[in-house]
């Protein structure tokens, strides 16, 4: 999973620190082996796709003897392996939360996927103090659960770029300037769908300015289809909307620090890393003022109810003019 958002930015940051320490003898389990990212770390080849019964039939033959097999995601082993503790860390417990975006198999698999992860793990970590709120709110692991806070590498997203750097990013994704950006997966909860009508509300109201919309498009099982719709329908918004679908690590820095706005109109996040980021890189941010938002960003951020399209709009368009440095 260490292509994921989210995610990935976990593990990345996890395994880039766990590595140095002398004390661990670190495995992971790769799709593919010598991957240039986990360079002199041993690797075991599991090829096989999240949540899929080949993934738990792998499990137990590619787990080695080990002293603790550390899942960073709910999607644990449901048979034995041969670790003599388990720990998973639970970012959020969205498929129980939402269920109702997803088919009966995939609820019934959320369940048992779930209920496996916090019964057959000795340590239970998750990202944020309302996590463990919703966590505790399904299953009673109140003496095993631990909250750790994710990180943003604030370094990455606060240096200085070159110039030419910089304008060789925005003419790969075809980005006008100046631009509102978004970065976060095409999934309901998500909650674009808000921003996009915002936005169609605003774009003709103020001077000329795109949207642009990182993320993964395709492939995810809860896809939200409303985003697509609205917009092909809509030509207007299809002239000043740039979906990038995803970008490179390096060049994200890039997207942050050239935006104008940054907006994260999410309905239900664990932690959520990209108002964190978008602040590191200088940039303004309007943020959802759901789940656990006001926890992670303190006073840093202007926030808005992500069910008011018309409140979004108007907190553009007053951002927007208020000169910079304001």
């Given at each position: 999973m260490y292509r994921h958002s989210?995610?990935?930015?976990?593990?990345?940051?996890?395994?880039?620190r766990l590595k140095h320490d002398p004390e661990i003898d670190l495995i992971i389990l790769v799709p593919e082996l010598d991957l240039p990212e986990f360079r002199n770390i041993r690797q075991i080849k599991f090829n096989a796709a999240?949540?899929?019964?080949?993934?738990q039939w792998l499990f137990p033959f590619r787990i080695p003897r080990c002293d603790i097999f550390w899942s960073p995601h709910y999607n644990v082993p449901l048979?034995?392996?041969?670790?003599?503790?388990?720990?998973?860390?639970?970012?959020?417990?969205?498929h129980l939360r939402f269920a109702h975006t997803l088919s009966f198999f995939q609820r019934w698999y959320a369940r048992v996927l779930m209920k496996a992860a916090v019964s057959f793990s000795k340590k239970i970590y998750t990202v944020s103090a309302f996590s463990k709120k919703e966590i505790l709110s399904y299953f009673d692991v109140k003496e095993k659960?631990?909250?750790?806070?994710?990180?943003?590498?604030?370094?990455?997203?606060?240096?200085?770029?070159?110039?030419?750097?910089?304008?060789?990013?925005?003419?790969?994704?075809?980005?006008?300037?100046?631009?509102?950006?978004?970065?976060?997966?095409?999934?309901?909860?998500?909650?674009?769908?808000?921003?996009?009508?915002?936005?169609?509300?605003?774009?003709?109201?103020?001077?000329?300015?795109?949207?642009?919309?990182?993320?993964?498009?395709?492939?995810?099982?809860?896809?939200?289809?409303?985003?697509?719709?609205?917009?092909?329908?809509?030509?207007?918004?299809?002239?000043?909307?740039?979906?990038?679908?995803?970008?490179?690590?390096?060049?994200?820095?890039?997207?942050?620090?050239?935006?104008?706005?940054?907006?994260?109109?999410?309905?239900?996040?664990?932690f959520g890393y990209p108002p964190l980021e978008a602040l590191a890189a200088g940039t303004k941010v309007l943020c959802?003022?759901?789940?656990?938002?006001?926890?992670?960003?303190?006073?840093?951020?202007?926030?808005?109810?992500?069910t008011d399209v018309q409140a979004l709009a108007s907190l553009i368009v007053e951002t927007l003019s208020v000169p910079e440095g304001k």
């Open positions: 989210g995610i990935g930015v976990y593990l990345l940051q996890l395994i880039s999240i949540y899929t019964l080949k993934e048979l034995p392996v041969k670790a003599s503790e388990r720990w998973v860390t639970i970012h959020d417990i969205y659960i631990q909250v750790v806070p994710n990180v943003v590498e604030t370094d990455k997203f606060s240096r200085t770029y070159p110039a030419e750097f910089a304008a060789n990013v925005l003419f790969k994704y075809k980005i006008k300037t100046p631009y509102i950006l978004f970065v976060g997966n095409i999934k309901p909860h998500k909650n674009l769908i808000t921003l996009i009508k915002a936005f169609e509300q605003i774009m003709h109201k103020i001077t000329p300015v795109s949207l642009v919309i990182v993320g993964q498009k395709e492939g995810f099982i809860t896809g939200d289809n409303e985003v697509g719709e609205y917009i092909q329908s809509h030509a207007d918004l299809l002239r000043q909307i740039c979906f990038t679908d995803l970008v490179l690590h390096d060049e994200l820095p890039v997207l942050y620090q050239q935006a104008e706005l940054f907006i994260f109109p999410s309905l239900y996040e664990g959802s003022n759901a789940g656990p938002m006001p926890e992670v960003c303190g006073n840093r951020v202007t926030y808005f109810n992500p």
